[in-house]
Antibody
C-alpha cells in the first residue's frame, strides 16, 4: 500500500523560501518507473502542477514557476523535497504530493501512461506578513 | 503552453448520465486522466489512459477521448458522485490540469 504525507510550515512570510517534504511508504525512488510530484490548489481554485522527479533523477517543472522551484529526492529517507523561492500571498494554497508511475517495457519508460494514482492528504501554506 | 478547458459546472439528476467535457488542441492525441475531488479531500484518480479505471473505481465511471475533446461519463449518477472533476494530460513531459468542473447532483 502506497502512502504519501506532506509536511512543512503552515505560515511563511513574503519573499521567504518555502520548503516542503513529502514522506512516502510502499514505493521506492530507486525503482524503475517511479515518480513523485507536487501539485497545489489555492483556496476555491483549480489544481496546479508544480514539479515531478523520477527514479532516474529526471526533474520536470511547471514552465510558469520553473525559476522558483527545486525538487530533490532522498531515497534513503523515502522523501521528496520541494523548495519554492520568493513566496508571495498568491502562493497561499494546499500543497499535495502524489505518486506518478511510468510504464516501462524493454528499457523504455512512458511517463504519460498512468495518472497520479495516490495522493497525500495535503498541507496548507499561508503566505502573509 | 497547452491549455485544457472544462465547463465550470454540470448538473444531473440522480440516476441519470452525467457528461463532463475537457477540450484542448488535438487532445485525442494524448492520454487523458480524470480526478474526482470532494470538499476537504485530496483528489482521487478515477480514469487514466482515456478510459481505464483504477482498482476500486465503480464501473459507472467511464471515459473517452477523440479529436479535441475528452469526456468523463458517469452512468446512473449517485448523490455521492457530487464533486469537482479535473481532467489532466501530459504535454511535452509537463503535467497540465483543466480548470475543473463542479458536478451537482440535483
Amino acid at each position: 500500500q502506497i502512502t504519501l504525507k506532506e509536511s512543512g510550515p503552515t505560515l511563511v512570510k513574503p519573499t521567504q523560501t518555502l520548503t516542503l517534504t513529502c514522506t512516502f511508504s510502499g514505493l521506492s525512488l530507486n525503482t524503475t518507473g517511479v515518480g513523485v510530484g507536487w501539485i497545489r490548489q489555492p483556496p476555491g481554485k483549480a489544481l496546479e502542477w508544480l514539479a515531478l522527479i523520477y527514479w532516474d533523477d529526471d526533474e520536470r517543472y511547471s514552465p510558469s514557476l520553473k525559476t522558483r522551484l527545486t525538487i530533490t529526492k532522498d531515497t534513503s529517507k523515502s522523501q521528496v523535497v520541494l523548495k519554492m523561492t520568493n513566496m508571495d500571498p498568491v502562493d497561499t494554497a494546499t500543497y499535495y504530493c502524489a505518486h506518478s508511475p511510468s510504464h516501462c517495457t524493454n528499457g523504455v519508460c512512458l511517463i504519460y501512461y498512468y495518472g497520479m494514482d495516490v495522493w497525500g492528504q495535503g498541507t496548507t501554506v499561508t503566505v502573509s506578513s | 503552453s497547452y491549455e485544457l478547458t472544462q465547463p465550470p459546472s454540470v448538473s444531473v439528476s440522480p440516476g441519470q448520465t452525467a457528461n463532463v467535457t475537457c477540450s484542448g488542441h488535438k487532445l485525442g492525441d494524448k492520454f487523458a486522466c480524470w480526478y474526482q475531488q470532494k470538499p476537504g479531500q485530496s483528489p482521487v484518480l478515477v480514469i487514466y489512459q482515456d478510459n481505464k479505471r483504477p482498482s476500486g473505481i465503480p464501473e459507472r465511471f467511464s471515459g473517452s477521448n477523440s479529436g479535441n475533446t475528452a469526456t468523463l461519463t458517469i452512468s446512473g449518477t449517485q448523490a455521492m458522485d457530487e464533486a469537482d472533476y479535473y481532467c489532466q494530460v501530459w504535454d511535452s513531459s509537463n503535467v497540465v490540469f483543466g480548470g475543473g468542473t463542479k458536478l451537482t447532483v440535483l
